[in-house]
């Protein structure tokens, strides 16, 4: 199946990831939000505390992007399942240099060693 738009272009899955580095100033703990668009329509999104407490504005970020990527996953899969045809990247934005930085390079240095290795997925 090959649903296409009036553009004839093919359907499209986009996420915008968000993090406020220790939002809650009484655990200081930071705030993960993020928004999933099929097209332009939102179809998931959250905001929540993270799990545990992140050391910088570059890893609640960091934390924020792999919470979005594990959900476009699952929808990408969800789709998949359902025969539905999408563009080949999806694109996840992020507002954060260090962020993006870690995402891309699969190396980690010596400043990031602490990251927890279930956000290095992404």
């Known amino acids: 199946m090959k649903p ?3 553009n004839n272009k093919l359907w499209e899955l ?5 993090a406020d580095f220790a939002g809650d100033k009484e655990t200081c703990i930071s705030v993960t939000e993020y ?17 545990s407490v ?3 504005t570059t890893e609640a970020e960091y934390v924020a992007c792999s919470e979005v990527v594990k959900e476009v ?9 359902l025969q539905v045809e999408l563009q080949l990247r999806i694109c996840v934005h992020v507002d954060n240099i260090g962020a993006i930085f870690l995402a891309e390079n699969q190396n980690s240095s010596d ?3 602490h990251v927890d290795t279930r956000y290095h997925f992404v």
Not at 14 to 18: E, P
Not at 35 to 51: D, E, H, L
């Open 4 to 6: 296409e738009d009036d």
């Open 14 to 18: 986009k996420a915008f990831s968000d």
């Open 35 to 51: 928004v999933v668009y099929f097209m332009t329509v939102p179809v998931c999104w959250r905001s929540r505390g993270q799990k």
């Open 54 to 56: 992140t050391l910088s």
């Open 73 to 81: 996953l699952f929808i990408l899969q969800l789709l998949r399942h």
């Open 111 to 113: 400043r990031t060693k």
